[in-house]
């Protein structure tokens, strides 16, 4: 159910830093109906036009900070709060070409009471501008 709200349309463009093109990054939030701590987010897995990002080409950014997957398992004092977006940046040389892509995301979380580590995921085509 919440899989639909996790992909946000906005957000999604190419990272610059200076003159340069360091990635890409979009907008997503979290597919549960609670928030929840950064720890408890297991992992965030990209496929960008049936390409797999490794998982340490990926951060979180929220609220003026930002993390590495790995740095999310020891960050207890952030919260990822319910409907909140936050930045999903990708590392990626070079960014990606204006136009149509196919972006796949899954989120993988843990909840004290589920016996199981849900992994919800979704996709569609975004198209990042010119």
């Not at 080409?57 to 993390?67: D, E, H, K, Y």
């Not at 709060?81 to 999903?88: D, H, I, L, T, W």
């Amino acid at each position: 159910m919440m899989d639909q709200h996790m992909l946000c349309d906005d957000g999604f463009e190419n990272v610059v830093k200076g003159d340069h093109t360091t990635g890409f990054a979009l907008l997503a939030r979290l597919p549960y109906y609670r928030g929840l701590g950064l720890s408890m987010v297991e992992d965030i897995a990209i496929v960008i036009d049936g390409q797999a990002v490794p998982r340490e080409a990926v951060r979180l950014a929220l609220r003026g900070r930002s993390w590495s997957l790995d740095e999310m398992e020891r960050c207890f004092d952030e919260k990822w709060n319910f409907g909140e977006k936050a930045r999903v940046i990708v590392s990626r040389p070079g960014g990606l070409a204006p136009g149509a892509h196919q972006v796949d995301l899954a989120i993988r979380y843990r909840v004290s009471y589920l016996p199981f580590v849900p992994t919800t995921r979704t996709g569609r085509p975004l198209t990042l501008a010119v």
